[in-house]
């Protein structure tokens, strides 16, 4: 065999070990991906309209369901308090804490007027943990530093904190949470949570 003939064999031969998750194919990789589709979203001139509002807050969501483990995010947001909520009140949890998240950040999302992302570096945070350090960069020529932390699930990456101008996500609402829960049962997280979704 030439050569090439044995090169090509060793690299079929190992081909299906590349496609593991050697680290699932670089955290940094599958954050940039997924923000860069939400980027074709905001900037997609068909969508401007506020008559496609509806369909670019639906292809929004999608992405969002790529990048974001809505699970891992309730579960560290809650911290020790998740084990005090039985099945029910965590599936509940995690779904009207995901609507808390989208009512409160959808229009600063939506208002995106084409700044500059630049996308740094990861760090290992461990075997299964990663950070993905990015910056916003604002006409004003501001950088907004913003990190995204991953964790590697079933082959993929999927993030659970953001840290924006190194304010934690996860630590931020967890302490609010925190104080309800101090002198409170879930349930009464639960219908606070359900009131704000409500709007009242």
Same mark, same amino acid.
């Given at each position: 065999?030439?050569?090439?003939?044995?090169?090509?064999?060793?690299?079929?031969?190992?081909?299906?070990?590349?496609?593991?998750?050697?680290?699932?194919?670089?955290?940094?990789?599958?954050?940039?991906?997924?923000?860069?589709?939400?980027?074709?979203?905001?900037?997609?001139?068909?969508?401007?309209?506020?008559?496609?509002?509806?369909?670019?807050? @639906?292809?929004?969501?999608?992405?969002?369901?790529?990048?974001?483990?809505?699970?891992?995010?309730?579960?560290?947001?809650?911290?020790?308090?998740?084990?005090?909520m039985n099945?029910?009140?965590?599936?509940?949890?995690?779904?009207?804490?995901?609507?808390?998240?989208?009512?409160?950040?959808?229009?600063?999302?939506?208002?995106?007027?084409?700044?500059?992302?630049?996308?740094?570096? @990861?760090?290992?945070?461990?075997?299964?943990?990663?950070?993905?350090?990015?910056?916003?960069?604002?006409?004003?020529?501001?950088?907004?530093?913003?990190?995204?932390?991953?964790?590697?699930?079933?082959?993929?990456?999927?993030?659970?904190?953001?840290?924006?101008?190194?304010?934690?996500?996860?630590?931020?609402?967890?302490?609010?949470?925190?104080?309800?829960?101090?002198?409170?049962?879930?349930e009464h997280?639960?219908?606070?949570?359900?009131?704000?979704?409500?709007?009242?």
């Amino acid at each position: 065999m030439n050569k090439a003939i044995i090169t090509l064999t060793i690299l079929i031969s190992i081909a299906p070990f590349l496609s593991l998750p050697a680290h699932a194919g670089a955290p940094l990789d599958t954050v940039q991906l997924n923000v860069n589709k939400g980027l074709e979203v905001l900037r997609d001139p068909k969508l401007k309209a506020e008559s496609a509002m509806e369909v670019k807050k @639906e292809k929004l969501r999608l992405i969002y369901n790529h990048l974001f483990d809505d699970v891992e995010l309730g579960k560290r947001t809650l911290s020790r308090n998740w084990n005090s909520m039985n099945t029910d009140q965590r599936q509940e949890f995690v779904k009207l804490f995901r609507q808390i998240l989208e009512k409160a950040y959808v229009d600063k999302i939506l208002s995106y007027s084409n700044e500059k992302i630049v996308f740094d570096k @990861e760090t290992m945070l461990s075997e299964t943990q990663a950070e993905i350090q990015t910056r916003v960069i604002t006409s004003a020529n501001k950088e907004i530093p913003i990190y995204y932390r991953a964790i590697l699930k079933d082959g993929s990456w999927k993030v659970y904190d953001v840290v924006i101008e190194n304010v934690s996500l996860v630590l931020n609402y967890r302490t609010q949470f925190n104080e309800i829960l101090a002198k409170n049962p879930p349930e009464h997280l639960l219908e606070t949570l359900r009131q704000k979704v409500k709007g009242q």
